[in-house]
């Protein structure tokens, strides 16, 4: 049973738009939420992070919104840039354990030019 | 410059030859960990290690082997390949265990026939 899905294997959007990657987890007790970025062959790199305390975290373009009762987070980003085009991963993790990072199965972004 | 090594990047063998991949970090990094990285599946652990001579399993460990003898190496034996384990391997560290905040290796394509 997959803790954490990603339900939407790939999305494509115009590239100025809006990006929205959607997460949702079934643990109640993960409190510690990530998105990773991938290009092809190459390994995942650290994109941003939310701690359940809070439920919005900015950087740039990218923002992650985290709603607790949902067990539901996003990924926004905008504009998008044909540079964002990846493999988006959503991981989450527990306090107690937080060797156990559990990864989704990750949303292919294409933005077009 | 900051950085997980991987070897080999590819790699096709067949069933029963027992194989190596190495992981070398350069940060001092305390926690290493591996993972497989499957269509649909996304990221999923196979071992991990909390500090030199301290390994534990994974979600996915059944026909792997890990050994961490110095900090800056963690080696992924794989003793009996079989068809089941062609994947994606990653490697990854980090200082920031609580975080999950991973660098990841470039990944090892290895395929057995």
């Known amino acids: 049973d997959q803790q954490v899905k990603q339900n939407s294997p790939s999305l494509s959007v115009q590239e100025g738009r809006i990006s929205i990657l959607n997460c949702d987890y079934t643990?109640?007790?993960?409190?510690?939420f990530l998105w990773y970025k991938k290009y092809p062959a190459e390994g995942p790199t650290f994109l941003i992070s939310?701690?359940?305390?809070?439920d919005k975290n900015e950087d740039g373009r990218f923002t992650v919104f985290l709603n607790k009762s949902a067990k539901h987070l996003s990924l926004h980003i905008v504009p998008s840039q044909p540079g964002d085009s990846a493999v988006y991963f959503c991981a989450a993790n527990r306090a107690d354990s937080s060797y156990k990072l559990i990864f989704g199965s990750g949303t292919r972004l294409l933005v077009r030019p | 410059e900051a950085q997980v090594t991987q070897n080999p990047r590819y790699l096709i063998t067949v069933t029963g030859k027992k194989l190596t991949v190495t992981c070398s970090q350069n940060m001092n990094h305390e926690y290493m960990s591996w993972y497989r990285q499957d269509p649909g599946l996304g990221l999923r652990q196979i071992y991990y290690?909390?500090?030199?001579?301290?390994?534990d399993k994974g979600d996915v460990p059944e026909g792997y082997k890990v050994s961490r003898k110095e900090k800056r190496n963690f080696p992924l034996i794989l003793e009996s390949p079989s068809p089941n384990q062609t994947s994606l391997y990653f490697c990854?560290?980090?200082?920031?265990?609580?975080?999950?905040?991973?660098?990841f290796g470039e990944g090892s394509r290895l395929t057995v026939l």
């Open positions: 643990n109640s007790m993960f409190d510690y």
């Open positions: 990854a560290s980090t200082t920031g265990v609580n975080t999950g905040e991973l660098f």
């Open positions: 290690s909390m500090n030199v001579e301290v390994t």
């Open positions: 939310i701690s359940s305390i809070k």
